[in-house]
């Protein structure tokens, strides 16, 4: 409990800070609000000359969208401290957090939450509405439910591949940049059904990163719709603990990654 | 050539300081050709999804799609973080001292902030995507090697890209004059220069209506009209008239930077001592 009253007071003190540069806060929020919009912009430019996608609608695929960009948007504001982390190793900032009675991951975590990416977040919440103004059969209690896990559970998915690649800050300070091709790329990816892609390509994001899990499948079911991969009822509903399990695998990671961690002595 | 000599300090500083960072230029290269390759998956998508006679063809787009990746950071996309650093620091106090004209020093540097990482990116991603690809059984999605005179139209038609992208750049440094913090200012343009330059999505595949709105905007002439002159949509023919419109736009945004610059100066506060 005391954990979390500190994390709260940590996330209190970060969007404060923030908030000293109001001007500088709202003109940042709305310039990403709307060159985020600008990707959703051209996926509606796709749309409107090809009319469709291998069956897909353009609200169909507002859902995707716009679910993988409040995930990613919520993970990478509360995931701040530990994309910074790769120049806490080199500076040797972070022997001074192994020095506090709390929790790395803790501290790294309130470490900042970036309120300034919240255009994402908005721009990911309107197309999100849109979508599920324009579905033919509305949502259920049930439906809204399992959208509301699969946004948690990709929020989960992305704070572990950015535990990830903090982690391999143990072991090499440069090229973390690697990392962006499944964060960002995976982003880009998640926001058209898996079933567009190649099956290699496919198999990579429901497996080893299993970001199909979190909104592909769930998001059939919300949809009502027929898996062109010919996935049953069932895995639809309980694919999301994909996420979940891979933040529990991540964290894991992280802490043998914290064994092994030898300062930089600076 | 004397005016050149500062632009070679700079470009020869910036390629020294860049090469110290090859691991990290590796990784760059391995993450754009991972957004290269779904953005190619989903135009092959859509592209199986009708039968109608598209503006661009699937192999057109795949080209334009690594054209954008080898050559994303000759985009003006952000202000230059020195220049920035500059002008918060007080320090434009001593750029003014130099014996050599202000703008010119910054379009100068702009240009060699953009074509050091651009060359450096550039080059193994063009190898890995035209030549690698074949062999490892991506032939489909292969960067196709342009006829010659695509190919010379082409490499006039980038220059000209570059200077555009400078002048673009130049104003916004010069926009830093006014905020301190011109996040604001540098992310709308980054916004603009995204959509309507092609970007996101190569601008014939915009709906018709919207297409003499594209083309008069200044930004086609930083990705789609040089990219169209590669892969041959647009014909050796009409070369010198994008030339003519990337060169025209160029010149307005130069004499809009000067002039914004007078300006600035004038009423420059230098912080510090």
Redesign the interface.
Known sequence: MNDIALYFRYTKISIKGQLEYRTSFVLQAAGQAILTATEFLGIWAMFSRFGQLRGWTLPEIAMFYGAINVAFSIADALSRGFDQFGNMVKSGDFDRLLLRPRSTVLQLIGQEVTIRKVGRLLQGIIVLAWAISAMHVGLSTGTAGLLLIAILSGVCLFTGLVILQATSAFWATESLEVWNAFTYGGVLMSQYPISIYRSWFRRFFTYVIPLACVTYYPILAVLNRMDPLGSVGWIQWVAPMAGILFLLIALQVWKIGVQHYRSTGS | MNWMRPYLAVLSARFRSMLQ?R??A???L??QV??G???I??Y???????D?Q?PLTFAQVVSYVWLGQALLALLPWYADSEVRAIVRSGAVAYELCRPIDLYNLWFMRAMAWRTAPTILRAVPMVVLVMFVFPLIGLGEWRLHSPTLAAGLGFAAAITCTLLLSCAITTLMNISLMWTV?A??????M??LV??FSGM??PLP???NWAQPVLMALPFAGLVDLPYRVYVGNILPGSIPLIIFRQLFWTVVLVLLGRWLMARGIRRIVVQGG
């Open positions: 960072y691991a990290a590796i990784a760059g391995w993450t991972f957004f390759m779904v953005n998956m989903v092959e998508a859509f592209y199986s999804s009708t109608k598209q913090s996040d604001g200012t540098v992310v709308m980054n916004a995204t959509i996101v999505v595949l915009f709906p």
